[in-house]
C-alpha cells in the first residue's frame, strides 16, 4: 500500500536533486570560462618560472657573460609635514645666502643724499604674511623659522635620480677566479673528504681484490654526491645561517653567488656522481648514493627545525658512505658493510653531540631543535652510550670475518679513552669537557679505520692444482 506514495517521493526528489546539479554545473562552467578568459586577457597573473621559491628570493640577470644580482630598491619616506627639525627636509632644503648692499667709500657717501626713510621688510616676510592668510598652519610654520633666508626647494634631475637609484641597488659579480674557493665552501669540503675517506675505507675492507680504476670512480661519484647535498642544504638555511656566527660567512649569505647558481651547482654535481655510481660502478652503489642525497635534503635538513629525531637520521647519512664502498668493490649488501655502517653511525654521535654542546647558543639563535639546547640531559646520555657501543661493535668484526680477533685488542685503549671522554662529559656537562670529546673523535675515527684496515682479514686463495701428467 506504501509503493505508490514512496515511489512518487523518489520521483520528486530525483527530479529537484537533478535540476540543481544542472544548475550548479551551469555556474561553475560560466565561472570556470570567466577565469579562462580572464586568465588569457591579463598575461600579468600567468604563472612563470619567477613564482618558485628559489627565484622569488633575489632577482638574477644575466649580462655580458656576467652573473648580476640586485635587490629592490627601499622606498623613501613620505614627508607629510615641514619640519624645521626634520633632517628630511632640509636635505631637499637649499639656503641661498643674502646678497649684501656694496659698501660706499666714506668720501663719496658724505656727497649722497640719503633718501627718505621707508619702512624695510623682506619679500619672504611678505610671502610668509600671504601664506599666512591663505594657509594659516603653513604660516605658522614658516614663521616658526624666522630666518632671512629664503628657502629654495631643489628638483632633483632625472641624472641624479638614476645616480642615486644605482646606489640602491646591489650588483653581484662574479670572478672566475674565485670559483674555486666558492664551490669549495659551498660543497662543505671538509666534510665531503671525510665522506670521501669513509666510502674508501669501506672499499679498501672489502674482502675483494684491489682495483684502482674502480676505487677512484667510485670515490668521484661518492663526493660528487656529497658536493650535491651540501649544496642544497646550504641553500635551504640561508635565513637561518645568517643568525649563526658559524655559518654567517657561507658563501649564499654572503651573497656571493645566487641562489640560481648554487642550485645549478647542485645538478651539476648530482646527476653525473650518480650516473656514475650507477652506470660505471653498479646500480646498488648509485641507490645507494641517492637515498644519502634524498635523505640529507629532504629529511635531515627540514628536520632540524622541527624535532630532535634529525640526529639520528643525520646518523643514518653518515652511516651510508662506507656501505657505498663496500658494495662498490663487492657489488652486494653483506654483514661487514652493515658492520662498517654501524661503527660511522655510532660515532657521529659523541662527534656531533660534543660539537652541538659548543654552539648552543648559535644553533639556539638559528632556531635549529638540538638534543643539546632542548635535551642537554638527553644530549649527554647519547654520546655516552653510543660511546660504549663502539666497543661492542669492534668486538664483533671478527665472528663477521671483517677482522682478525687482534682488531678488539688493538683498538680498545683507543675506544676506553673516548669512553672515558664521554662518561666525564656526562658527569660535567660543560664546555670544556664537550671541546675535549670533540677533538678526540676528529681523530678516533681514522685511528679506527686505520686500525681495522691493518687487522684486516685476508682473503682467501683459491689456487686451483692441475693434476701432473702421468
Given at each position: 500500500?506504501?509503493?505508490?506514495?514512496?515511489?512518487?517521493?523518489?520521483?520528486?526528489?530525483?527530479?529537484?536533486?537533478?535540476?540543481?546539479?544542472?544548475?550548479?554545473?551551469?555556474?561553475?562552467?560560466?565561472?570556470?570560462h570567466s577565469l579562462m578568459q580572464l586568465r588569457r586577457r591579463d598575461p600579468s597573473s600567468w604563472l612563470t618560472y619567477q613564482h618558485?621559491?628559489?627565484?622569488?628570493?633575489?632577482?638574477?640577470?644575466?649580462?655580458?657573460?656576467?652573473?648580476?644580482?640586485?635587490?629592490?630598491?627601499?622606498?623613501?619616506?613620505?614627508?607629510?609635514?615641514?619640519?624645521?627639525?626634520?633632517?628630511?627636509?632640509?636635505?631637499?632644503?637649499?639656503?641661498?645666502?643674502?646678497?649684501?648692499?656694496?659698501?660706499?667709500?666714506?668720501?663719496?657717501r658724505a656727497a649722497v643724499k640719503a633718501p627718505p626713510a621707508a619702512p624695510t621688510f623682506d619679500l619672504a616676510t611678505k610671502d610668509?604674511?600671504?601664506?599666512?592668510?591663505?594657509?594659516?598652519?603653513?604660516?605658522?610654520?614658516?614663521?616658526?623659522?624666522?630666518?632671512?633666508?629664503?628657502?629654495?626647494?631643489?628638483?632633483?634631475?632625472?641624472?641624479?635620480?638614476?645616480?642615486?637609484?644605482?646606489?640602491?641597488?646591489?650588483?653581484?659579480?662574479?670572478?672566475?677566479?674565485?670559483?674555486?674557493?666558492?664551490?669549495?665552501?659551498?660543497?662543505?669540503?671538509?666534510?665531503?673528504?671525510?665522506?670521501?675517506?669513509?666510502?674508501?675505507?669501506?672499499?679498501?675492507?672489502?674482502?675483494?681484490?684491489?682495483?684502482?680504476?674502480?676505487?677512484?670512480?667510485?670515490?668521484?661519484?661518492?663526493?660528487?654526491?656529497?658536493?650535491?647535498?651540501?649544496?642544497?642544504?646550504?641553500?635551504?638555511?640561508?635565513p637561518f645561517d645568517s643568525n649563526m656566527n658559524r655559518t654567517k660567512n657561507r658563501p649564499l649569505v654572503r651573497g656571493q653567488i645566487?641562489?640560481?647558481?648554487?642550485?645549478?651547482?647542485?645538478?651539476?654535481?648530482?646527476?653525473?656522481?650518480?650516473?656514475?655510481?650507477?652506470?660505471?660502478?653498479?646500480?646498488?652503489?648509485?641507490?645507494?648514493?641517492?637515498?644519502?642525497?634524498?635523505?640529507?635534503?629532504?629529511?635531515?635538513?627540514?628536520?632540524?627545525?622541527?624535532?630532535?629525531?634529525?640526529?639520528?637520521?643525520?646518523?643514518?647519512?653518515?652511516?651510508?658512505?662506507?656501505?657505498?664502498?663496500?658494495?662498490?668493490?663487492?657489488?652486494?649488501?653483506?654483514?661487514?658493510?652493515?658492520?662498517?655502517?654501524?661503527?660511522?653511525?655510532?660515532?657521529?654521535?659523541?662527534?656531533?653531540?660534543?660539537?652541538?654542546?659548543?654552539?648552543?647558543?648559535?644553533?639556539?639563535?638559528?632556531?635549529?631543535?638540538?638534543?643539546?639546547?632542548?635535551?642537554?640531559?638527553?644530549?649527554?646520555?647519547?654520546?655516552?652510550?653510543?660511546?660504549?657501543?663502539?666497543?661492542?661493535?669492534?668486538?664483533?668484526?671478527?665472528?663477521?670475518?671483517?677482522?682478525?680477533?687482534?682488531?678488539?685488542?688493538?683498538?680498545?685503549?683507543?675506544?676506553?679513552?673516548?669512553?672515558?671522554?664521554?662518561?666525564?662529559?656526562?658527569?660535567?656537562?660543560?664546555?670544556?669537557?664537550?671541546?675535549?670529546?670533540?677533538?678526540?673523535?676528529?681523530?678516533?675515527?681514522?685511528?679506527?679505520?686505520?686500525?681495522?684496515?691493518?687487522?684486516?682479514?685476508?682473503?682467501?686463495?683459491?689456487?686451483?692444482?692441475?693434476?701432473?701428467?702421468?
Amino acid at each position: 500500500m506504501f509503493i505508490t506514495p514512496c515511489s512518487r517521493l523518489s520521483g520528486l526528489l530525483g527530479v529537484s536533486v537533478k535540476q540543481k546539479v544542472l544548475q550548479n554545473a551551469s555556474r561553475c562552467n560560466q565561472t570556470a570560462h570567466s577565469l579562462m578568459q580572464l586568465r588569457r586577457r591579463d598575461p600579468s597573473s600567468w604563472l612563470t618560472y619567477q613564482h618558485l621559491n628559489f627565484l622569488k628570493r633575489q632577482y638574477v640577470a644575466k649580462n655580458n657573460s656576467e652573473l648580476h644580482q640586485r635587490a629592490v630598491p627601499k622606498r623613501t619616506p613620505v614627508v607629510t609635514a615641514v619640519d624645521e627639525g626634520d633632517d628630511g627636509v632640509e636635505r631637499r632644503v637649499q639656503r641661498i645666502p643674502t646678497i649684501e648692499p656694496p659698501t660706499i667709500p666714506p668720501p663719496a657717501r658724505a656727497a649722497v643724499k640719503a633718501p627718505p626713510a621707508a619702512p624695510t621688510f623682506d619679500l619672504a616676510t611678505k610671502d610668509v604674511a600671504a601664506a599666512g592668510k591663505s594657509d594659516p598652519a603653513s604660516g605658522a610654520v614658516a614663521a616658526a623659522g624666522k630666518s632671512d633666508e629664503t628657502p629654495h626647494i631643489h628638483e632633483e634631475t632625472d641624472e641624479a635620480r638614476e645616480a642615486r637609484l644605482d646606489k640602491q641597488w646591489k650588483q653581484l659579480k662574479v670572478d672566475v677566479g674565485d670559483l674555486p674557493d666558492i664551490y669549495a665552501r659551498l660543497s662543505k669540503f671538509k666534510l665531503t673528504a671525510l665522506v670521501v675517506t669513509t666510502a674508501a675505507a669501506g672499499y679498501a675492507m672489502a674482502p675483494v681484490p684491489f682495483d684502482p680504476l674502480m676505487f677512484f670512480v667510485s670515490s668521484l661519484g661518492t663526493g660528487l654526491a656529497s658536493c650535491t647535498a651540501n649544496s642544497i642544504n646550504q641553500y635551504f638555511e640561508v635565513p637561518f645561517d645568517s643568525n649563526m656566527n658559524r655559518t654567517k660567512n657561507r658563501p649564499l649569505v654572503r651573497g656571493q653567488i645566487s641562489p640560481l647558481h648554487a642550485v645549478s651547482f647542485a645538478l651539476a654535481c648530482g646527476v653525473p656522481g650518480v650516473a656514475l655510481l650507477t652506470l660505471a660502478v653498479n646500480p646498488i652503489t648509485g641507490l645507494l648514493g641517492a637515498l644519502n642525497i634524498v635523505l640529507y635534503t629532504c629529511c635531515y635538513t627540514p628536520l632540524k627545525r622541527l624535532s630532535i629525531s634529525n640526529t639520528w637520521v643525520g646518523a643514518v647519512v653518515g652511516a651510508i658512505p662506507p656501505m657505498m664502498g663496500w658494495t662498490a668493490a663487492t657489488g652486494g649488501l653483506e654483514p661487514g658493510a652493515v658492520l662498517l655502517a654501524g661503527l660511522l653511525y655510532c660515532w657521529q654521535f659523541p662527534h656531533f653531540n660534543a660539537l652541538s654542546w659548543t654552539l648552543r647558543e648559535d644553533y639556539s639563535r638559528g632556531g635549529y631543535r638540538m638534543m643539546s639546547v632542548t635535551h642537554p640531559a638527553m644530549c649527554q646520555r647519547v654520546a655516552l652510550r653510543h660511546s660504549l657501543a663502539l666497543l661492542a661493535l669492534c668486538a664483533l668484526a671478527p665472528p663477521l670475518d671483517v677482522t682478525t680477533w687482534t682488531f678488539p685488542l688493538v683498538s680498545l685503549p683507543v675506544n676506553l679513552y673516548l669512553v672515558f671522554l664521554a662518561f666525564r662529559f656526562y658527569r660535567r656537562g660543560d664546555r670544556s669537557s664537550a671541546r675535549k670529546l670533540f677533538f678526540c673523535s676528529l681523530w678516533h675515527l681514522p685511528m679506527l679505520l686505520l686500525l681495522a684496515l691493518t687487522c684486516k682479514k685476508p682473503r682467501p686463495h683459491h689456487q686451483d692444482t692441475a693434476p701432473l701428467p702421468s
